[in-house]
């Protein structure tokens, strides 16, 4: 059996391999959207509950494009095949995830806890986490 994908060469290689991440990650897609409702739902004033509803939906909307979009991409061997399975979710994943901490204040306290800890602030700094 592993005789029969050794004769493959990328190009024909490119839609399984590709197929094969997007399957091992799809299933992190929904604690990932989760994150970004959450996000968006923790809001002082209830006032503009409507446009968050329609940040929700669009983050959703994009979310599925984007996906489609790289393993479109991965399946015609335009990128490599981990890329186009995890780009997705791992782009978007950070993105809610600094969404999230904006939001909680983890940021704020990072950047008051690296004054006290020089060495951490190098590496936050490189990361573009903590102004100098």
Known sequence: MAGDTAQLNDRLRAPYATE??????YP???P???????????TDARRNVAATVFSSVFVLF??????RLSVALGQGNRIPPFLAGTLPIF???LAGLYLFAEKVGWLWELQGWSKE???AAVWLRRLGLVQG
Request: proline share 3%; charged share 5%.
């Open 20 to 25: 094969n991440w997007h399957r091992w990650m």
């Open 28 to 30: 992190l897609a929904c």
């Open 32 to 42: 990932l959207l989760c994150l970004f409702g959450i996000a968006f739902g923790m």
């Open 62 to 67: 994009a979310f599925l494009v984007f996906t």
């Open 91 to 93: 782009g978007f994943g």
């Open 117 to 119: 800890h020089p060495r």
